[in-house]
């Protein structure tokens, strides 16, 4: 099967019969375009360890859908809310970066909290209508964003982008592909460079995928390149998404994304963070606060390699996300318009939060 519109691909839904989540297997894009259906708590949990559906956003709708799927699939019993938090602890300890998991799977606890005395099918019809909001929501903030983000895009101009913020990690347009998608579909021609993104290659695999489908002008680069490209003067902003925002603006997203914001402030260009407030985490206070995830190292020595790249006993770091420094970063752009400096202060009004008590 071929994905004809990438803006429209549904890259997670519910089963018809409301008994498994559908995810787009992104693990295995670009050569094969295979969906896989999670019933258990396992397999929830590894679709999500192992990227086959991957992405701040598209982790939190999938995590929303997952609770709604092993609540029906559990039936009523006594102790429903018990067994929920426990599967939500679960899904949430898969990946601990991206607050999106946390935040959709804590979402969803609260509302079963909240109705825990009604009837069993009134409980799981506003489940599952709260995980259906989620992903509802997500689709309209991605356009919000991907409008907003093409108000600093001029005709012509040269994008460098790291990792995959686009449709399949997220619902329809994306964050940080979302105004590049836009200006494609209202005729402003830009040009982007896509960082392949070593390890796992989200950046040759998906971003380059879904823009050379989109008919937007591509070309991708290694990761060591980025400097290259920018000093030839081709490069007018970086558009990158983010895992977790904190409160002074210090922003996770996948590694390789601070050498890039270094880079940029270097040769000033812009450096733009795009995201859902839901990636806004007001409870760090800044990206010291952020777990970051470490990764095996056969992703780095086997994976997308015929031979191993090195010998078996050397030892391998490799942290799935870096923290990009605040000062490095030009705006976050949001839903509810662009976060600039002081963030501390704009990213609080973009969270609608008056009384954050750690202020
Ligand atoms: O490890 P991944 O592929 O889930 O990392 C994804 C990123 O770093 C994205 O940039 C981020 O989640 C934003 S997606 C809109």
Same mark, same amino acid.
């Given at each position: 099967?071929?994905?004809?519109?990438?803006?429209?691909?549904?890259?997670?839904?519910?089963?018809?019969?409301?008994?498994?989540?559908?995810?787009?297997?992104?693990?295995?894009?670009?050569?094969?375009?295979?969906?896989?259906?999670?019933?258990?708590?396992?397999?929830?949990?590894?679709?999500?360890?192992?990227?086959?559906?991957?992405?701040?956003?598209?982790?939190?709708?999938?995590?929303?859908?997952?609770?709604?799927?092993?609540?029906?699939?559990?039936?009523?019993?006594?102790?429903?809310?018990?067994?929920?938090?426990?599967?939500?602890?679960?899904?949430?300890?898969?990946?601990?970066?991206?607050?999106?998991?946390?935040?959709?799977?804590?979402?969803?606890?609260?509302?079963?909290?909240?109705?825990?005395?009604?009837?069993?099918?009134?409980?799981?019809?506003?489940?599952?209508?709260?995980?259906?909001?989620?992903?509802?929501?997500?689709?309209?903030?991605?356009?919000?964003?991907?409008?907003?983000?093409?108000?600093?895009?001029?005709?012509?101009?040269?994008?460098?982008?790291?990792?995959? +913020?686009?449709?399949?990690? !997220?619902?329809?347009?994306?964050?940080?592909? =979302?105004?590049?998608? #836009? %200006? $494609?579909?209202? @005729? /402003?021609?830009?040009?982007?460079?896509?960082?392949?993104?070593?390890?796992?290659?989200?950046?040759?695999?998906?971003?380059?995928?879904?823009?050379?489908?989109?008919?937007?002008?591509?070309?991708?680069?290694?990761?060591?390149?980025?400097?290259?490209?920018?000093?030839?003067?081709?490069?007018?902003?970086?558009?990158?998404?983010?895992?977790?925002? +904190?409160?002074?603006?210090? !922003?996770?997203?996948?590694?390789?994304?601070? =050498?890039?914001?270094? #880079? %940029? $402030?270097?040769? @000033? /260009?812009?450096?733009?963070?795009?995201?859902?407030?839901?990636?806004?985490?007001?409870?760090?206070?800044?990206?010291?606060?952020?777990?970051?995830?470490?990764?095996?190292?056969?992703?780095?020595?086997?994976?997308?390699?015929?031979?191993?790249?090195?010998?078996?006993?050397?030892?391998?770091?490799?942290?799935?996300?870096?923290?990009?420094?605040?000062?490095?970063?030009?705006?976050?752009?949001?839903?509810?318009?662009?976060?600039?400096?002081?963030?501390?202060?704009?990213?609080?009004?973009?969270?609608?939060?008056?009384?954050?008590?750690?202020?």
């Amino acid at each position: 099967m071929d994905i004809k519109n990438v803006t429209h691909v549904d890259n997670v839904k519910l089963r018809d019969d409301g008994q498994a989540v559908v995810i787009l297997d992104q693990s295995l894009l670009p050569g094969r375009t295979e969906y896989a259906e999670l019933e258990k708590p396992q397999e929830m949990y590894d679709a999500i360890g192992k990227l086959r559906v991957r992405g701040a956003p598209a982790i939190g709708i999938c995590a929303a859908y997952c609770m709604y799927v092993l609540a029906a699939r559990r039936g009523k019993c006594d102790n429903f809310l018990q067994e929920l938090h426990k599967d939500g602890d679960f899904l949430k300890s898969s990946r601990p970066t991206a607050v999106n998991l946390k935040w959709a799977v804590d979402r969803i606890l609260k509302v079963a909290d909240s109705i825990a005395d009604e009837s069993w099918d009134k409980i799981l019809e506003t489940l599952r209508k709260e995980a259906v909001t989620i992903q509802e929501e997500d689709m309209a903030m991605c356009f919000k964003i991907s409008e907003y983000g093409l108000s600093v895009i001029k005709e012509g101009d040269g994008i460098l982008t790291h990792c995959n +913020a686009g449709p399949l990690a !997220t619902s329809r347009y994306g964050t940080a592909l =979302g105004p590049i998608l #836009l %200006a $494609k579909e209202r @005729g /402003i021609n830009v040009k982007v460079f896509a960082d392949e993104t070593r390890p796992l290659l989200q950046g040759a695999r998906l971003t380059a995928y879904e823009l050379d489908k989109a008919g937007v002008d591509v070309t991708l680069i290694c990761d060591n390149m980025a400097s290259s490209v920018m000093s030839r003067g081709w490069i007018q902003a970086c558009f990158v998404g983010c895992d977790r925002v +904190a409160a002074n603006g210090d !922003t996770a997203n996948k590694i390789g994304t601070s =050498g890039v914001a270094i #880079l %940029a $402030k270097h040769y @000033g /260009i812009p450096f733009y963070v795009l995201g859902p407030t839901s990636t806004i985490d007001l409870e760090c206070r800044t990206g010291a606060d952020i777990p970051i995830e470490l990764r095996e190292a056969e992703e780095i020595k086997k994976m997308f390699f015929r031979e191993p790249s090195s010998p078996e006993s050397v030892k391998c770091y490799n942290p799935a996300f870096d923290v990009t420094d605040h000062s490095l970063i030009t705006g976050i752009i949001t839903e509810n318009g662009i976060a600039y400096p002081p963030f501390e202060e704009s990213l609080k009004r973009m969270s609608n939060v008056q009384d954050a008590t750690f202020l």
